[in-house]
C-alpha cells in the first residue's frame, strides 16, 4: 500500500492538529505552535552554542528542519512518546512509525539527513529545543500529577540529552541549552508584567 505525501496544503491545517492528548492541560498546544516555537529556540541555542562557527546557510537549514521536524503528526497525531519507545522497543530497525513517517514525508527525511551529513551537532540542537518547548508548555499549562511527572520526565531526558551532546561535541557550550530553559521556566511572566507596567 501506498501512502499519500504530506503536501503544502497539508502544512496549512497545523494550526489545527493539537498535541498533548494524554496529559491534562489548561489549553490545547497546536502543532503550529509547537513547531513555531522550536524554530525560535533552536535558532536562538544555535546562536549561543556555535557562534562565529555557524554561517547563515547552516542556520536556515536548523530553522528550516525545525519548522517542519513533527510534520507527520497532520497525519498521525501526537503519539506520546512513551507508545514510541515501546514501538521502537517491539519492532527495533522495523519500527513502522519511522516507515510510515517516510513513507509520507520522504523530503522531510531528507532534509535530517542533509543535516546529519554536514553538522550532525545542529540536530542535537533542534531536539533539545524541542525538549525546551515540550518542558515550558506542559510546566505552565499542565494540570495535575501526571502532568507533573510528564514535566520531571522531560527534564530528566533533556539532562540525558545535553550529557550526550557534550560527549559527543565537547566543542560546544551544552550548558547554554540549561540556562536558557532556566532563564524561559523563571522570567516568561516577568518580562510580560514589565511591559504592562512601563
Given amino acids: ?34 513547531l513555531f516555537m522550536v524554530t525560535r529556540i533552536a535558532s536562538h541555542l544555535a546562536g549561543d552554542m556555535f557562534g562565529p562557527d555557524i554561517d ?23 503519539l506520546p512518546s512513551p507508545l514510541k519507545r515501546h514501538i521502537e522497543a517491539i519492532s527495533g530497525a522495523d519500527n513502522p512509525v519511522r516507515e510510515i513517517e517516510r513513507q509520507i514525508a520522504p523530503w522531510l527525511e531528507d532534509m535530517r539527513e542533509d543535516i546529519r551529513r554536514r553538522n550532525p551537532e545542529h540536530l542535537a540542537v533542534i531536539k533539545l529545543a524541542d525538549l525546551i518547548d515540550a518542558i515550558l508548555f506542559i510546566d505552565h499549562e499542565g494540570i495535575g500529577p501526571h502532568a507533573r511527572a510528564v514535566c520531571n520526565g522531560l527534564l530528566e531526558i533533556f539532562d540525558r540529552k545535553i550529557d550526550e551532546a557534550q560527549a559527543l561535541y565537547p566543542a560546544y557550550r551544552w550548558d547554554m541549552a540549561a540556562s536558557l530553559l532556566e532563564t524561559l521556566r523563571q522570567d516568561t511572566a516577568v518580562g510580560q508584567i514589565a511591559f504592562e507596567r512601563a
Avoid at 13 to 30: E, F, P
Avoid at 56 to 78: Q, T, V
Wanted: charged residues 25%; negative net charge.
Fill in 56 to 78: 547563515a546557510a547552516a542556520l536556515l537549514r536548523i530553522m528550516e528542519y525545525a519548522s517542519l521536524h513533527d510534520a507527520p503528526e497532520l497525519l498521525m497525531g501526537d
Fill in 1 to 34: 500500500m501506498t501512502l499519500p505525501r504530506l503536501e503544502l496544503a497539508d502544512l496549512a491545517r497545523a494550526g489545527h492538529v493539537t498535541r498533548w492528548h494524554s496529559v491534562r492541560t489548561s489549553r490545547d498546544q497546536t502543532l503550529a505552535e509547537h
